[in-house]
T-cell receptor, first 113, second 110 residues
């Protein structure tokens, strides 16, 4: 199974809402990533978890809060977002935080109103 | 610093060949190639590492010129399924994060 799943597929939220994005993989990968992708742009790294510990935080605003409850799950908690945060949020995993291929999930398309 | 890809866009007929380039201003340890179709997730194509190691799909070929900090992806005998946006991702050392390039949009027509 080489699948990374993400829920929900689409999310519309107001600027005062709190919501969470969920990502799951069952490939035994020990590195998991959150990326943000705007239309016609490349994915931009937000966070990296390695062995369930936060390894990289690319100076992401605190309104985005990642969580890695176990080696298969990755969450992204959202609070008080801005309209410019509307984007496709991609989760990915790889065997380790190293030069291994990353497997991406289908993404959550987020719209902030 | 974000790697630069060229060309920005390519239009092909089925069966034609294309080369997509990825250039960095810094010495690289790894170059990854991914393809993303509209509305879908990026899909891994190939990794090229400093020292010559490569890993990827059999039907995909690529090169990595370490001295020039450049990589090229070779798409031969293109098929309709090759359409999509191609991104390179570069890392400066083994555990470095990937920085994705500017992207190349490829369209293949019958």
């Amino acid at each position: 199974d080489t699948e990374v799943t993400q829920t929900p597929k689409h999310l519309v939220m107001g600027m005062t809402n709190k919501k969470s994005l969920k990502c799951e993989q069952h490939m035994g990968h020990r590195a998991m990533y959150w990326y943000k992708q705007k239309a016609k742009k490349p994915p931009e790294l937000m966070f990296v978890y390695s062995y369930e510990k936060l390894s990289i935080n690319e100076s992401v605003p605190s309104r985005f809060s990642p969580e890695c409850p176990n080696s298969s799950l990755l969450n992204l908690h959202l609070h008080a977002l801005q309209p410019e945060d509307s984007a496709l949020y991609l989760c990915a995993s790889s065997q380790a935080e190293s030069s291994y291929e990353q497997y991406f999930g289908p993404g959550t398309r987020l719209t902030v109103t | 610093q974000q790697p630069v890809q060229s060309p920005q866009a390519v239009i092909l007929r089925e069966g034609e060949d294309a080369v997509i380039n990825c250039s960095s201003s810094k010495a690289l340890y790894s170059v990854h190639w991914y393809r993303q179709k509209h509305g879908e997730a990026p899909v891994f194509l190939m990794i090229l590492l400093k020292g010559g190691e490569q890993k990827g799909h059999e039907k995909i070929s690529a090169s990595f010129n370490e001295k020039k900090q450049q990589s090229s992806l070779y798409l031969t005998a293109s098929q309709l399924s090759y359409s999509g946006t191609y991104f390179c991702g570069t890392g400066l050392y083994n555990t470095d994060k990937l920085i994705f390039g500017t992207g190349t949009r490829l369209q293949v027509f019958p």
